[in-house]
């Protein structure tokens, strides 16, 4: 399904190489979010240039259109994405709790309102993998149930019973399937641990995940401040996913706790707002500075957007609302986040790594 290799340590920080059915992935690995099937602005030639190693698909938003068996039918996510790499899919679960008007959550499942024409959709861990099986990503997620940030302890409580639950009925509908996806290559399952806050609820998912033995692992329910070392409580001889973490520091602050894997439409989203990811922080093009900036979005970057276009350019586009001026940007951040990433696993080989994150952050005013 998956081999997980750590290569070097540094602390709790580890250089390792993912291998799937579609390549071996270098880790820390940034994913960018591909959630209608693309990365939206760049064709996947683009993004191979920027030295993207694994994206992420949306199995909520591709589950509601174009639907999971017109997926499997055009040749699964690879042939409709036009991308020969590792593919990861989320199990939708995320989605079903932030974006659904009207949901109904029991222990079967969980039945909600499609965003796209309001009919009633059902989401059980079976129906789940069983999308993410016609998918046909190299990597799937557990269904689980995500609580609010808000939520009361008895509320998070139940989502960990809940999601483990689903766990298991994930592991055992993933075996069912016989672990094939839909174009013959093998499929590696992961399980979600939730518990918000709480360090003991968090332990508590983990103890029960982990029980499963499943290929690898995520962290759920953190995005950032929540403190890093006492979100990983995986094993360590597996993967560990920090699922919607894209800012730079803090995916420093995970890789020194012992995350490998990250995602998150910072890169993206914020290009497609004029904003660029540099090694001394944000740069907003829009800004009038820019006017006649003759330099490119970042000296010594190799992307496509700094070898051939101005900042003064890519300003003109934005403000003329032309296509191509986020997608100059989207292709420069994705570039900067996999530079990035790298230089983080020769730190880490070189066993410099607590040294250099101090810079970087110093650097990222």
Same mark, same amino acid.
């Given at each position: 399904?998956?081999?997980?290799?750590?290569?070097?340590?540094?602390?709790?920080?580890?250089?390792?190489?993912?291998?799937?059915?579609? @390549?071996?992935?270098?880790?820390?690995?940034?994913?960018?979010?591909?959630?209608?099937?693309?990365?939206?602005?760049?064709?996947?030639?683009?993004?191979?240039?920027?030295?993207?190693?694994? *994206?992420?698909?949306?199995?909520?938003?591709?589950?509601?259109?174009?639907?999971?068996?017109?997926?499997?039918?055009?040749?699964?996510?690879?042939?409709?994405?036009?991308?020969?790499?590792?593919?990861?899919?989320?199990? @939708?679960?995320?989605? *079903? =709790?932030?974006?659904?008007? &009207?949901?109904?959550?029991?222990?079967?499942?969980?039945? +909600?309102?499609?965003?796209?024409?309001?009919?009633?959709?059902?989401?059980?861990? #079976?129906?789940?993998?069983? *999308?993410?099986?016609?998918?046909?990503?190299?990597?799937?997620?557990?269904?689980?149930?995500?609580?609010?940030?808000?939520?009361?302890?008895?509320?998070?409580?139940?989502? *960990?019973?809940?999601?483990?639950?689903?766990?298991?009925?994930?592991?055992?509908?993933?075996?069912?399937?016989?672990?094939?996806?839909?174009?013959?290559?093998?499929?590696?399952?992961?399980?979600?641990?939730?518990?918000?806050?709480?360090?003991?609820?968090?332990?508590?998912?983990?103890?029960?995940?982990?029980?499963?033995?499943?290929?690898?692992?995520?962290?759920? @329910?953190?995005?950032? @401040? #929540?403190?890093?070392?006492?979100?990983?409580? $995986?094993?360590?001889?597996?993967?560990?996913?920090?699922?919607?973490?894209?800012?730079? &520091?803090?995916?420093?602050?995970?890789?020194?706790?012992?995350?490998?894997?990250?995602?998150?439409? $910072?890169?993206?989203?914020?290009?497609?707002?004029?904003?660029?990811?540099?090694?001394?922080?944000?740069?907003?093009?829009?800004?009038?500075? +820019?006017?006649?900036?003759?330099?490119?979005?970042?000296?010594?970057?190799?992307?496509?957007?700094?070898?051939?276009?101005?900042?003064?350019?890519?300003?003109?586009?934005?403000?003329? #609302? #032309?296509?191509?001026?986020?997608?100059?940007?989207?292709?420069?951040?994705?570039?900067?986040?996999?530079? =990035?990433?790298?230089?983080?696993?020769?730190?880490?080989?070189?066993?410099?790594?607590?040294?250099?994150?101090?810079?970087?952050?110093?650097?990222?005013?």
């Amino acid at each position: 399904m998956v081999e997980f290799t750590v290569q070097q340590t540094c602390g709790k920080a580890r250089a390792s190489v993912l291998r799937t059915a579609h @390549g071996e992935v270098a880790t820390p690995v940034f994913m960018p979010c591909g959630t209608a099937g693309t990365v939206k602005g760049v064709t996947s030639a683009q993004l191979r240039e920027t030295g993207v190693q694994m *994206v992420l698909a949306n199995a909520y938003h591709l589950m509601l259109r174009p639907g999971a068996e017109v997926v499997a039918a055009l040749g699964g996510l690879h042939r409709m994405m036009a991308w020969d790499g590792p593919i990861l899919t989320d199990s @939708g679960g995320y989605q *079903v =709790f932030s974006l659904a008007q &009207r949901r109904t959550v029991c222990d079967d499942g969980v039945t +909600f309102q499609s965003h796209i024409d309001g009919a009633a959709v059902e989401l059980t861990p #079976e129906i789940c993998i069983d *999308v993410q099986v016609r998918l046909g990503a190299d990597i799937i997620m557990q269904l689980d149930e995500c609580p609010p940030g808000d939520a009361s302890r008895q509320d998070v409580a139940a989502a *960990v019973r809940r999601s483990a639950d689903w766990a298991a009925r994930c592991r055992k509908a993933w075996e069912d399937f016989g672990r094939l996806a839909h174009s013959g290559h093998p499929q590696a399952l992961f399980g979600i641990q939730q518990g918000g806050v709480h360090a003991d609820l968090r332990a508590e998912s983990a103890k029960r995940i982990v029980a499963l033995d499943l290929p690898g692992y995520a962290i759920g @329910g953190l995005s950032v @401040g #929540e403190g890093h070392d006492r979100m990983v409580q $995986l094993p360590a001889d597996r993967p560990r996913y920090l699922m919607g973490v894209g800012e730079p &520091r803090d995916i420093l602050a995970a890789v020194a706790s012992g995350v490998d894997m990250f995602d998150c439409v $910072l890169p993206t989203r914020n290009a497609r707002n004029a904003q660029a990811f540099t090694w001394t922080g944000r740069l907003r093009l829009r800004n009038a500075a +820019f006017t006649r900036d003759c330099g490119p979005i970042e000296d010594g970057c190799p992307c496509y957007a700094c070898r051939n276009f101005p900042r003064a350019a890519i300003r003109h586009y934005f403000l003329s #609302e #032309e296509m191509l001026g986020p997608t100059l940007v989207t292709i420069h951040n994705l570039t900067f986040f996999a530079r =990035f990433t790298a230089a983080i696993r020769q730190a880490i080989a070189a066993g410099d790594l607590p040294r250099r994150a101090e810079q970087w952050s110093a650097g990222m005013v």
